[in-house]
């Protein structure tokens, strides 16, 4: 298969967002032949730019393992965003409040712009992993013990196994052949930079309402990320409006506790939910959003793509110091055994509390009272819910 000019490597990974290039790293810190095609190298760090209006809420275990990278001490010394307590309520006067002196950390997470975590991440990448860029795949090719990627020029790349990192409209999975589910929910999400009145802040919070959630995260400094999840037509009405008439908007429907915000920027996009119907075929296996797309309610996209990428990196890892097969089915069956209940159930829990906050109906209304009055009592949910936030078991 493929012509004699191939070149050859143990992985390729497609696609160098978060999650990829994590995988990148990891692997060829670890010793393997690794390539990465992507097409669009991150910008580098400027401290007098706007913040990303694509945030994550990074937990306590993908901080680990960002540290075990060495990207972590990258991002120190950018942006980044810690937050002590977790705020979820209906009504302004029947607070939740998970804080993480309750499970004895310093913290339950931080809020990382994308573009930054991606940065620190390509920042550490070693001079053995080999960079495609700016590249995209166009032909992919398997036999029983590897794949042949051919991109856009004309090069062709063989590998033992490839990686589809390449988001939630995957390429590769097209190429491969592996089928989805999934549905557009009728809400779409409206991002908004703000500038607030108040210092830094160490509390995110979450007020479910009917048509919706109203979130904030907070940034460094005086600024926060607003999230404002409503019908999809009433949020593409207000992703045309002007920033003071957004700042407006904001003021008539967010809880008192936003304080005087301003506006300084904003967009929106739909909401779907995606899963692989398989994660890999033959020597192609999925990672990250190319796996599973998940209703962005808590931010907790990105650590599942850590979870995948930290599983299958151990699992390719401990095959190649063993000097076995690195793409056999053992071990990506191995890996899908573990990551697809998992994302499953994450995926599931999103759309249960989507469906349990998201109406008006009066039983559910009740339950939905009755379920934040029990958690606002009980120390041993609270504690179980913040480890559950922090990423541990």
């Not at 310093?106 to 573009?115: P, T």
């Not at 207000?238 to 904001?250: G, M, N, R």
């Not at 249960?352 to 009592?377: E, K």
Request: proline share 5%; glycine share 8%.
């Amino acid at each position: 298969m493929g012509s004699n000019t191939a070149q050859q490597f143990d992985i390729t990974i497609v696609g160098g967002g978060m999650v990829g290039a994590a995988i990148a790293l990891a692997l060829s810190q670890a010793g393997l032949q690794v390539a990465l095609i992507e097409r669009q190298a991150p910008a580098e760090f400027n401290p007098d730019q706007a913040p990303d209006l694509r945030v994550s809420s990074i937990n306590l275990a993908s901080e680990a393992w960002l540290t075990r990278l060495g990207a972590w001490s990258s991002l120190q010394q950018m942006r980044l965003c810690p937050y002590q307590r977790l705020q979820a309520f209906e009504h302004p006067d029947s607070v939740v409040c998970f804080d993480a002196a309750d499970i004895k950390r310093s913290h339950l997470g931080h809020i990382i712009e994308n573009n930054l975590l991606q940065l620190a991440l390509w920042q550490q990448f070693p001079a053995n992993l080999t960079l495609f860029c700016p590249a995209m795949v166009t032909a992919l090719q398997q036999t029983a013990d590897s794949a042949l990627l051919t991109i856009d020029s004309g090069e062709q790349l063989q590998s033992t196994l490839v990686i589809a990192a390449d988001g939630g409209n995957s390429q590769l999975r097209q190429l491969a052949g592996i089928g989805t589910n999934g549905w557009q929910y009728q809400q779409a999400c409206l991002v908004a930079l703000v500038n607030t009145p108040y210092p830094q802040q160490d509390v995110t919070w979450q007020q479910f309402t009917p048509t919706g959630p109203k979130a904030f995260l907070p940034l460094p400094g005086q600024q926060g990320n607003i999230v404002w999840y409503d019908d999809a037509a009433r949020v593409k009405q207000l992703a045309v409006l002007k920033p003071a008439q957004l700042t407006a908007e904001l003021q008539k429907v967010f809880p008192e506790q936003l304080g005087k915000v301003e506006v300084v920027n904003s967009s929106w996009f739909p909401l779907a939910r995606m899963d692989a119907n398989h994660y890999y075929a033959g020597r192609v296996v999925l990672a990250g959003d190319a796996a599973h797309t998940i209703n962005p309610l808590a931010g907790q996209g990105v650590n599942l793509g850590f979870a995948d990428a930290k599983l299958l990196t151990e699992l390719i890892i401990s095959a190649h110091q063993q000097q076995r097969d690195i793409g056999n089915e053992d071990l990506l069956k191995t890996y899908q055994r573990k990551r697809k209940p998992a994302n499953l159930l994450m995926m599931s829990t999103m759309d249960g509390f989507y469906q349990l906050f998201g109406n008006d109906i009066g039983p559910l209304r009740n339950l939905r009272q009755l379920a934040l009055t029990i958690a606002s009592r009980s120390s041993m949910l609270k504690t179980l819910v913040a480890r559950y936030a922090v990423g541990s078991e």
